[in-house]
């Protein structure tokens, strides 16, 4: 049975840096893909990145894009998301997802298997 679950969300101030984790189980991880999506209040999910597990490549968002990284620890099979430069308007919930890896490329985000989100709030 698979399982994305994420951890690392808090309150930061703007300008600071937060990382976020999410540890997968149950997918063989050489075909797939995993990545962030965010959902602020009232506003629709959007991408934030996804790295093709395999291949170690990562794909941004362009609004993250020199902000955030995403990299991955094969031996614990966990994802990141470091963020810096933070900004309110990256104020949201935050989820870790998976797909198969053809569903990681430029502005192509995996989005078959769901985190429960983790909230990320930047304020001062």
């Known amino acids: 049975q698979w399982q994305l679950v994420e951890s690392g969300g808090g309150l930061v101030q703007p300008g600071g840096s937060l990382r976020l984790s999410c540890a997968a189980s149950?997918?063989?991880?050489?075909?797939?893909?995993l990545g962030w999506f965010r959902q602020a209040p009232g506003k629709e999910r959007e991408g934030v990145g996804c790295?093709?597990?395999?291949?170690?490549?990562?794909y941004y968002a362009d609004s993250v894009k020199g902000r955030f990284t995403i990299s991955r620890d094969n031996a614990k099979t966990t994802v990141y998301l470091q963020m810096n430069s933070l900004k309110p308007e990256d104020t949201a919930v935050y989820f870790c997802?998976?797909?198969?890896?053809?569903?990681?490329?430029?502005?192509?985000?995996?989005?078959?298997?769901w985190g429960q989100g983790t909230q990320v709030t930047v304020s001062s």
């Open positions: 149950g997918f063989d991880l050489r075909s797939y893909a």
């Open positions: 790295i093709k597990w395999g291949e170690g490549i990562p």
């Open positions: 997802t998976a797909a198969a890896d053809t569903y990681c490329r430029d502005y192509v985000w995996p989005h078959d298997y």
